[in-house]
Structures are given as structure tokens and as C-alpha cells.
């Protein structure tokens, strides 16, 4: 009873922080791979991967595996950053990899319609093309072969 009340809190807390979770069918390797291919193919820059398992390993703590991976395109960020400079502080896009407690392979982002909300923006358009980026994105990454 307390871990289905767990989980329902959990889902409920990244409802509403507007936070996407996606299985992926594709080993953890394999699911950065993926993404970071799909980006190079729609010519979107990744800025940085950051690795927090292995930085957690740097300082002798345990971490499953974890990495962001930190994107954007930068004429659609600009666009943004020139209605309200504050959106910088949430771009570039990341899209976060992970394996569960169970073992299972994730892909965590945060729903564009956050960026919207937490600025001043008139930009529905660009969120909607933020989302549904996003989505494409990691669906095409969660799927292997096998699929």
C-alpha cells in the first residue's frame, strides 16, 4: 500500500511540474546513442552531456545510470530569449536518461508549456513546436529494433 502511494504521489508531483516520462525499449547506452543521432539528423547542436552516475562514481557515491543531454536550436531559443531574456535560464532544452530502480530505461523532459507558463512569452506556436519535437524525439529513441 505505501509504494502504490508512493507512486501516486510521484506521478502527481511530475504532473505538476510539467515533467514527461518515457520508457525506453533500447538498452541505456543505446537510448543516449539514439538521441544524440536523431539531434545531429534535424541539424540540432548538443551543447553538453552531462554524466551524473559517472560524477556521482567521481566522488565515491552510487548513482544509476544517469545523463543529460543538453540541446537546442539556437534561432528558435533566440526568438524566445528576445520576448522575455529570463527563458535563458531554461534553454538549452535537455532531455534526461535514466534507469529506474527497476532497472528500467527512461527519458525525462520537461513539457514546453512550463517555459510558457513561467514567462512572458506570446509564443504559442514555438511551444508547440518545442513539444512536439520533444515527443518525436524521444519516441524514435525509445524504439529498437526489436520494437
Known amino acids: 500500500m505505501k509504494k502504490i502511494l508512493f507512486m501516486m504521489l510521484f506521478v502527481l508531483s511530475l504532473q505538476a511540474n510539467d515533467i514527461i516520462v518515457k520508457k525506453s525499449h533500447c538498452s541505456f547506452d543505446q537510448t543516449v546513442e539514439n538521441i544524440k543521432n536523431i539531434l545531429a539528423a534535424k541539424g540540432l547542436g548538443v551543447f553538453a552531456i552531462i554524466n551524473h552516475s559517472g560524477n556521482a ?26 520576448q522575455d531574456m529570463s527563458v535563458g535560464l531554461d534553454l538549452p532544452l535537455r532531455i534526461l536518461v535514466y534507469r529506474d530502480g527497476d532497472g528500467s530505461v527512461k527519458m525525462a523532459y520537461r513539457d514546453g508549456s512550463w517555459i510558457a507558463n513561467h514567462h512572458i512569452l506570446n509564443a504559442k506556436e514555438k511551444i508547440e513546436k518545442i513539444n512536439s519535437g520533444l515527443d518525436k524525439i524521444t519516441m524514435k529513441a525509445g524504439q529498437c529494433k526489436q520494437d
Open 57 to 82: 562514481k567521481a566522488v565515491g557515491m552510487n548513482l544509476n545510470d544517469s545523463k543529460m543531454i543538453v540541446f537546442g536550436n539556437p534561432k528558435l531559443g533566440t526568438a524566445l530569449m528576445q
